[in-house]
């Protein structure tokens, strides 16, 4: 990332190029990366064939958290332990840079050294858009915005929201790897049913994080669920209930992987991982 974000030719104005350096460079799990990565090694091909696309994917999720943050979002002041990029920078910058990086994605994902098939690379950003706009992230991100509004959503109101607001680019991020090692479809199927369970997981344990994590942990503020008084697994399972939960979709995440035996034991350490982070 550091070097398709690096601007040699020094056209970029410096405060953008900054804040976006700052917000894509200074933390984070990099997960949705990691998943196209290792989607992509199920069928033997490396790292530094899909590198572009990963990078393409995480400027998507960092852009997104930039405008999360946002005061007229989720109004966060700490983002990986650090100040949040309007913070740091200031509103207008944080909206320029968030702006800016969701289109570098495209940018990257068009470029032919992502994929020497133009088609695959139309595939990819087809499928970039739909899961990061308005059938994808961004609609669920407006779901979520109204959820706050209100404390009697139902669980599978909630579950569509995150499948929408977290989910779609973890179902992105798998889907992508198989598209670029040109997966059987069936092979694609088994990777969808497991990042649909691993979407859900992440939010869950995201609402349990929120409701029992350390902050200074988390790098982030807790707590403001509840305070808002918003419908979450949490507040709809309880504690021990969104714990239970979580230990399903950890399994049937799992489970999902059978058909790749070992070769899919480092996807199945990212369910493990999702349900037992910290942060």
């Known amino acids: 990332m ?97 702006d800016a990086l969701l289109t570098l994605a495209f940018e990257t994902l068009s470029h032919p050294a992502t994929h020497p098939d133009a088609a695959v690379r139309a595939e990819l950003v087809l499928d970039l858009a739909q899961s990061a706009g308005w059938r994808g992230m961004a609609g669920g991100q407006m779901l979520d915005l109204a959820a706050e509004t209100t404390s009697q959503a139902s669980l599978t109101e909630i579950a569509r929201i995150q499948s929408l607001k977290t989910g779609a680019l973890i179902d992105y991020a798998c889907r992508a790897g198989a598209t670029l090692a040109a997966a059987p479809e069936a092979d694609k199927s088994a990777l969808e049913s497991y990042t649909r369970a691993l979407g859900l997981a992440f939010q869950v344990a995201d609402d349990l994080l929120d409701a029992e994590g350390d902050a200074a942990v988390v790098g982030k503020a807790t707590g403001k669920d509840a305070t808002a008084g918003k419908a979450t697994f949490v507040s709809l399972l309880g504690l021990e209930g969104a714990r239970a939960k979580l230990r399903e979709l950890e399994a049937t995440a799992v489970t999902a992987l059978a058909p790749f035996g070992e070769s899919a034991r480092t996807l199945a350490a990212a369910a493990n991982f999702v349900a037992n982070r910290r942060h």
Request: glycine share 6%; charged share 25%; hydrophobic share 45%.
């Open 2 to 98: 550091a070097e398709i974000l690096a601007d040699r030719a020094g056209v970029v104005p410096p405060r953008l190029a900054d804040t976006m350096r700052y917000s894509a460079l200074g933390g984070g799990k990099r997960f949705r990366p990691f998943l196209l990565i290792e989607s992509a090694r199920l069928f033997d091909l490396e790292a530094d064939r899909v590198l572009n696309a990963a990078c393409a994917l995480e400027f998507v999720h960092c852009y997104s958290l930039m405008h999360d943050d946002l005061p007229a979002m989720d109004n966060d002041d700490l983002r990986h332990g650090q100040p949040t990029a309007h913070l740091a920078y200031d509103e207008a910058t944080a909206i320029l840079a968030g």
